[in-house]
């Protein structure tokens, strides 16, 4: 029986650092999925993402739009969505206008997060209630991964970059994550070949593309500025030898024979 492919969104933060940008990293607990690697924040998308009225409060990009930027029929802006409301479940960071006056109220903010959490209340009801301007049009899609059919869950996730107010430290949940913190992509990949870090391809190939850029913004206008639909899907495959499993990427020798 062939396992459900669950869409996902996965969401990479960045921020000017002292000598170059940095990205928020938070570590998954042994009970989650992915439990003790370290990724981004994200998660599946749920059916409220892709609500008409959920899309309103969606800052300068149209489900057309999003759409036409994922290559996929409808309810592409449903991925930003979940991203933005992920990022505040997990990280307890609103990627909301900095005007939003929700922003101010660190109280509320926190209160809200835990509600939301616990499911006392929708992602929805938080927007209608602060009449919210969600920051849609700060984030671009820049991977597109999809889970390898030896794994018992698979996902096909979106990654996207979004650019963070400074004065947003961001904080774990404490439930699905037990660690996180701002490092540049660079010292990850770093801390990943020491052994200190482990990850699993998608997240250690989101880092090796992201040393290539010397600021957040260069990262980031190199990914607005692709056409649309000019990310494609990548779907790792692997092999069992010699009791090790070996992974190919789309491109590489022997990857279309396996």
């Avoid at 869409?7 to 938070?26: N, S």
């Avoid at 849609?136 to 991964?145: L, S, T």
């Avoid at 004065?167 to 660690?179: A, I, P, R, S």
């Amino acid at each position: 029986m062939n396992t459900q492919i669950r869409p996902a969104a996965t969401v990479i933060l960045m921020r000017e650092g002292t000598d170059t940008f940095e990205i928020f990293m938070v570590k998954r607990s042994m009970k989650s999925s992915f439990g003790s690697l370290y990724v981004f924040p994200g998660g599946t998308l749920d059916p409220e993402d892709s609500l008409p009225e959920m899309y309103q409060y969606c800052e300068g990009l149209s489900d057309d739009q999003a759409s036409a930027k994922l290559a996929v029929n409808q309810n592409g802006l449903a991925y930003w969505v979940a991203c933005i409301r992920e990022c505040y479940e997990e990280a307890g960071i609103l990627l909301t206008n900095k005007s939003d006056t929700l922003l101010q109220d660190l109280k509320k903010l926190d209160d809200y997060r835990q509600q939301l959490n616990s499911k006392e209340i929708t992602f929805y009801d938080i927007c209608k209630k602060n009449n919210l301007q969600l920051r849609a049009n700060n984030i671009v899609p820049c991977a597109h991964w999809v889970t390898p059919d030896i794994e018992p869950k698979r996902f096909d996730t979106r990654f996207f970059l979004a650019k963070v107010h400074s004065e947003q430290l961001g904080v774990h949940d404490g439930f699905e994550l037990t660690e996180s913190f701002w490092i540049s992509p660079a010292k990850a990949l770093e801390k990943f070949h020491q052994g200190e870090m482990n990850m699993i391809m998608p997240t250690i190939k989101s880092l090796e593309a992201l040393t290539q850029f010397s600021s957040r913004e260069e990262a980031f206008n190199h990914f607005k500025d692709l056409e649309d639909g000019a990310i494609p899907p990548i779907l790792p495959k692997f092999i069992k030898k010699d009791g090790a499993w070996i992974g190919f990427l789309p491109g590489e020798d022997g990857y279309e024979s396996i």
